[in-house]
């Protein structure tokens, strides 16, 4: 079975610095899924972004990027200029093929203004 | 695009009461899932289906949890008898699917149930 670890239940980082949240996962499958999803106070939870395991191109949306290292199984989220609003929980996440989604427990992120 | 729709918001029931959810996904995703998210911890998978056929529920409890997906669009949870345990938050989500390719699960705003 898969698993995913987030070891960091809690951080905190100042209005615009930069923060990386980590994330371990174990799996024997070659082809899977990544994701980063954020859940604010609200319960939506959020994609964030996404890495496919066979691109070694590490994914970036606009502030968030991804350090994907396959070989070590780690999956880490960099916020670039964090802002107050992205306050929030934020969930590692794993698919393989059409599977639903295996979570960690989570990252609660602080913004410190 | 209208996103996954989910009611009630909040249910407040006393154990060995029945309760039921509904979700409705987003038009043309026939991908529907269930999921369980206890308080501090991530959500957990209680069950996939793909239409109106059941993919994965090897982690629902069916000796007390029941879903179904008639007609492949709406899907209901139902839980009975509730148990404590079973606060928590139920969160549906829905993709698309075109061939062998998944695409990312949108998720709803969740039901937050609590078992007194």
């Known amino acids: 079975a898969q698993t995913v670890t987030q070891s960091q239940p809690e951080m905190s980082v100042q209005e615009a610095e930069t923060v990386t949240l980590s994330c371990t996962y174990d799996t024997s499958e070659s082809d899977y899924y990544l994701f980063w999803y954020k859940q604010p106070p609200s319960r939506q939870m959020i994609l964030v972004i996404r890495q496919e395991a066979y691109k070694q191109q590490n994914a970036t949306e606009n502030r968030f990027s991804v350090n994907f290292q396959k070989a070590a199984k780690s999956f880490s989220l960099k916020i670039s200029d964090s802002q107050l609003g992205d306050a929030a929980m934020y969930f590692c996440?794993?698919?393989?093929?059409?599977?639903?989604?295996?979570f960690g427990k989570g990252t609660h992120l602080i913004i410190q203004p | 695009e209208a996103g996954v729709a989910q009611s009630p918001r909040y249910k407040i029931i006393e154990k060995r009461q029945s309760v039921a959810f509904w979700c409705n996904p987003i038009?043309?995703?026939?991908?529907l899932y269930w999921y369980q998210q206890i308080l501090g911890q991530g959500p957990k998978l209680l069950i996939q289906?793909?239409?109106?056929?059941?993919?994965?529920d090897s982690q629902l409890p069916k000796d007390r949890f029941s879903a179904e997906r008639l007609k492949g669009v709406d899907s209901t949870l139902k839980i009975q008898p509730a148990k404590l345990e079973d606060s928590a938050v139920y969160l549906c989500a829905s993709s698309l699917r075109q061939g062998a390719v998944e695409y990312e699960q949108y998720f709803g705003p969740g039901t937050r149930l609590t078992v007194t």
């Open positions: 996440a794993y698919r393989g093929g059409a599977d639903g989604l295996t």
């Open positions: 289906f793909q239409n109106n056929g059941v993919v994965d």
């Open positions: 038009s043309g995703h026939a991908t």
